[in-house]
């Protein structure tokens, strides 16, 4: 059983090594750990191996759960929820650990499905480009909403890369693992939309974005010029801004 099977867009992850390394960073023996996404298993097994004492395996195919709950039935450790992981998420009982080799194309949504469950660390496989946006400093050229907001909510650091030829079928991007915890910081409405507002225009200075931004605001271009021009921050760059010096312009525009 491949990808062809399976409509959701995920590849699978079969080199032995690297799910044994994974296993192992998630450093999972005698804990409670949620696995996103369980697929075939491959990584369910290798969580069972390492020593997990409870692991709870979402998976939202229909055809991969019915394989996944005969190929556990005789694992009193292992239980598999037939879901999408999005809706668990809000309903989710508190793990010690969360693991996942994440489909691409929902990777944003499920890390800040996160952001309200209980956990104390998560490795997640995600896209490479993905996972550098996450880790980016200011000033850099993939810094941009995504880092400052997974910032504000976690504490987040790379720790290994895996090659596409590991997965089937070979997707055509590289792969990184990336652990994190909860820092937490909350994000406000305020907050969250002052960040896509002034990260929309990333390139230009604080008072620039803030004028162009002046319908997030309801305010007239003028009104914005007026307070972009006496903000603290105006005139850098909207992408030189840490995720600390952007709470603090939200803090004082709230």
Request: charged content about 25%.
């Amino acid at each position: 059983m491949r990808a062809k099977e399976r409509k959701l867009g995920q590849c699978f992850l079969e080199d032995a090594q690297v799910l044994k390394m994974e296993a192992r960073l998630t450093d999972v023996e005698g804990k409670s750990v949620l696995e996103i996404g369980a697929g075939d298993g491959r990584l369910t097994i290798e969580l069972h191996k390492a020593g997990a004492k409870k692991i709870v395996a979402v998976e939202k195919d229909k055809k991969l759960a019915k394989k996944l709950r005969a190929r556990f039935s005789s694992y009193n450790t292992v239980k598999i929820v037939e879901a999408d992981f999005l809706e668990y998420a809000r309903k989710a009982e508190k793990f010690d650990r969360v693991v996942g080799n994440i489909p691409y194309y929902i990777t944003s949504p499920i890390l800040f499905s996160l952001v309200d469950m209980e956990f104390a660390s998560a490795l997640l496989c995600v896209q490479n480009e993905f996972a550098q946006k996450m880790v980016a400093q200011p000033s850099k050229r993939n810094y941009g909403r995504l880092s400052v907001t997974s910032q504000i909510y976690f504490n987040a650091q790379i720790v290994g890369f895996i090659g596409r030829e590991k997965f089937a079928p070979v997707p055509k991007v590289d792969s990184a693992l990336v652990l994190i915890g909860k820092s937490g910081r909350a994000l406000g409405e305020f907050e969250s939309g002052l960040i896509a507002a002034i990260f929309a225009h990333k390139n230009k200075s604080l008072h620039a974005a803030l004028v162009d931004a002046r319908g997030f605001f309801g305010k007239s271009k003028a009104e914005m010029r007026g307070i972009g021009a006496s903000i603290k921050y105006g005139g850098m760059r909207v992408n030189s801004l840490s995720w600390a010096q952007v709470l603090e312009v939200a803090q004082i525009l709230g």
